[in-house]
């Protein structure tokens, strides 16, 4: 009998929005892997830490900011053999993935490594979206509003497509990319209805104005819709 | 001193999909809301009910699946001036939201009248699409891809130019609106990638193929990826 692989959602930051799902699995498995930079413990640790029993084993799956994709899969390659051994032996696997595991999530490339030879159950989690949207005090959509959700680091004309298709837009991980998205947004005549946030549920969280600010930091969202915040 | 308006998500189906913060505001508050049916006690109560302590105060808004516009804006009305009076008198009042608050969610009717003149709370939920990614071990989207969210009701020249600009559609609430989605997905090459699921984390939860998928209900989701399912 071979062990079961979970991928657990565990939220955008704020440990309480664990799901009840993700707390008891992580009570019940005895070998648990998380992402990490290169030294330390890493933030999706820090969020799961009070729910995991002492004593368990633990698997830092360890990647530099700057690593380059072949980089990326040595890492994932290296981290799935290490998951595969205890699978092997029986031993049931939870990998902690922050926001949710298939939405825009790393545990996407240990799922395509491991998935043809073991169970894999996937626990959805809080994206970072919904986050910024309840921490903002803004509504993302409603009634039969069209949504995209935009990685940052799209070409202006290709953000510029999505923005033309949709009612409200999403931008992730936007960083060194905000003058970009602002272009877009101003010819579009929707920058004046942009909402900013940096480091959604963590303890230095911070809302930004669209009429003042300057700079974001990569762990920034921003939303817009089309309506502003006319929901009436 | 007015009480604290709380739109709590509760997820897609699964009762274990609470966040611990849900379960904890649930168990704090003196008064609770849910969206409901014309008569019994509707999806959102079933999900929550084992974190409803027993000896409160409950608010049933009620609506049928049929209502119109303007019934709908009554029902709401009415279901804010009822909440309204408890938060005047101090007491704080949640309200059960299926899946995230402000990401489709009815909550938003409730902020809309609301949020003017009390204290609001918004505590993000996971997601239907989130949850049918899980379900259907189907990631929706990594690295920079642009995600649609698409209602089925757009019409087929809006959801063409939604799908054209994006790498991975999310249709929601198909039901219906089957023939009008799998056209436009047949003309882009994609309706062989569709991954379809009906009620997904209910009891009753199924997974169809597009080879073979003739009808969907209301509550029905398809998936699709540009790559399909190729991640690595």
């Known amino acids: 009998m071979t062990g079961t692989l979970y991928g657990l959602g565990i939220g955008p930051g704020d440990p309480e929005l664990l799901t009840l799902k993700t707390a008891r699995i992580l009570a019940e498995v005895p070998v648990i892997a998380w992402p990490a930079p290169l030294e330390g413990e890493g933030m999706a640790r820090a969020i799961a830490g009070a729910h995991i029993p002492p004593g368990r084993i633990e698997i830092a799956i360890r990647m530099g900011f700057t690593v380059d994709r072949a980089g990326t899969e040595a890492a994932y390659d290296r981290a799935a053999a290490e998951i595969a051994q205890h699978l092997e032996q029986g031993r049931d696997v939870a990998v902690l993935c922050e926001g949710d595991p298939f939405f825009f999530g790393s545990f996407i490339y240990l799922f395509a490594r491991l998935s043809p030879r073991f169970k894999v159950e996937v626990v959805p989690g809080v994206s970072s979206i919904m986050a910024a949207s309840a921490a903002l005090q803004a509504p993302l959509s409603a009634w039969d509003d069209g949504v995209a959700v935009i990685p940052s680091t799209r070409s202006e004309a290709e ?9 409200a837009a999403v931008f992730m991980k936007v960083g060194r990319h905000l003058p970009k998205i602002r272009r877009v947004l101003e010819r579009a005549g929707l920058w004046d209805k942009a909402r900013l946030i940096e480091r959604v ?12 600010v300057s700079e974001l930091p990569y762990f920034s969202i921003i939303l817009v819709h089309r309506r502003g915040q006319a929901w009436l």
Do not use: K
């Open 201 to 212: 549920g963590l303890p230095d969280q911070r809302i930004h104005s669209a009429a003042t």
């Open 159 to 167: 953000i510029e497509a999505l923005v033309a298709a949709c009612d």
